[in-house]
């Protein structure tokens, strides 16, 4: 690598690696599922960068300040001011986590028979639209489902596609369409500012409002710099402001770009809106100026996006995940090309081409990784977003069969990228013999989460 960390490091903690005789067992208790698995059996932990971040020593001392004030509390300020400096938007909203904005939205706006369009929405934004009989629509480019395209903007949203939905289903049944930035569901893909800015043009003639699903903002700012060529000298936050000015709103889950282990937020231009989301919020999370966190927790999110916006922070951290990403396709492993910024995507349809979707290429995968290295993954393929055609009973494939290694910001050295790409050596040298999986125990909602599996063969 041609970066090193920008930190040192104060405190660790301890990891074990089981051995193959344990790991094999708590493979069987968990039902192959790894989301099953006890953290503490984890030896290297991909699940997701979602609330796993280490958080600095000014967050932890900033906790120190937190007010927990039931009303107007002196840390509400202080995190709606760095909201609003990095947003620029007057109405905001805290919530525990970002899913919890997505139910406070979703449940005010959906109507039967109303669609929510977006590049690709992930697991719990579609979820919670489907929940409020909502339909999520993915129109993302064709190039975002090549995993063998270099594409440098694989995010972006289809604009032909995005117009011909508008026009057929009707504008008085979308109550806004979102862009989920970086993409997390098509390996982490970048979205261009043209492409946000085009996107807010088409559906101004329409009336359509346009949200962004933000919690890798600041990730997808540091794409634009390097590859949009109009903002080469402009800084991550002023790329930052760029983005939100064209948009009427966005939901946020703060465990992601704001650096801290939980939070969220809504933020948007629209005070009328904002009235009624407050309401609800005081139903569900809890007043105004807390919205279900603790002070010490609004302060950590204030002081994370000051901090995520650090572009030798960012340097490293993308080029962390590059490092692993590059690393594996030496090694024989395909992957979503080029690496996106949270995340290595390997292609599991292409290195098990031997298991077919209907057996879950891609949580045989995720087996497989904790069984030779105690590596634990994300299958984001057909296990999450498969479903049920509703004339033939028959389950349809993901586009993609994709398992996701999401790296932990300022969790793990390069040392741990390398034992990582060590194991992958060794499942290539018998992938072949890799077996498929089917349920065992399948949940109607959000599957993956607590599904049970069984091996074929």
Known sequence: MDTVEPYRIKSVEKITLKNRQEREKILIEAGFNTFNIKAEDIFIDFLTDSGTSAMSDRQWSCIMHGDESYAGARSFYRFYNAVRDITGFEYIIPTHQGRAAENILFSTILKEGHAIPN?????????????????AIDLVIDEGLDPSSHYPFKGNIDLAKLRSFIEKTGPD????????????????????????????????????????????????????????????????KEIAREMFSHVDGCTMSAKKDALVNIGGFIALKDKKLYEVLKNRLILIEGFP????????????????????????????????????????VSSGVPI???????????DAKSFLPHIPQ???????????????????????????????????????????????????????????MDYTISVFRKIVGF?????????????????HFTARFSELG
């Open 358 to 416: 209907d057996q879950y290429p891609g949580q045989a995968l995720v087996i497989a990784l904790y069984r030779e290295g105690g590596i634990r993954a994300c299958e984001i393929g057909s296990v999450m977003f498969g479903k049920k055609d509703e004339n033939t009973g028959k389950e349809r494939p993901s586009a993609m069969e994709l398992v996701r290694l999401a790296v932990p910001r300022r969790v793990y050295t390069n040392s741990h």
């Open 336 to 346: 979503v090309e080029p690496t996106g910024g949270h995340a290595v995507y390997v």
């Open 173 to 236: 049944k979308i109550p806004l369409c979102m862009i989920t930035v970086t993409n997390n569901s098509g390996g982490g893909q970048p979205v261009s500012l043209k492409n946000i800015i085009d996107t807010k043009k088409l559906l101004k003639n329409y009336g359509i409002p346009l949200f962004l699903d933000a919690c890798r903002f600041a990730e997808n700012a540091y794409f634009i710099k390097k590859r949009e060529d109009t903002y080469r000298d402009w800084s991550i």
């Open 289 to 328: 100026t807390y919205g279900g966190l603790s002070g010490r927790d609004l302060e950590a999110i204030a002081q994370g996006l000051s901090e995520v916006v650090e572009e030798d922070y960012l340097e490293f951290r993308i080029s962390q995940v590059r490092y692993l990403g590059e690393n594996l």
């Open 119 to 135: 590049n690709t929405h992930f697991d719990t934004t579609r979820a919670n639209i489907e929940a409020n009989s909502g339909k």
């Open 431 to 447: 992938k072949d013999k890799i077996k498929g999986v089917r349920f065992s125990f399948e949940p109607k909602v959000l599957r």
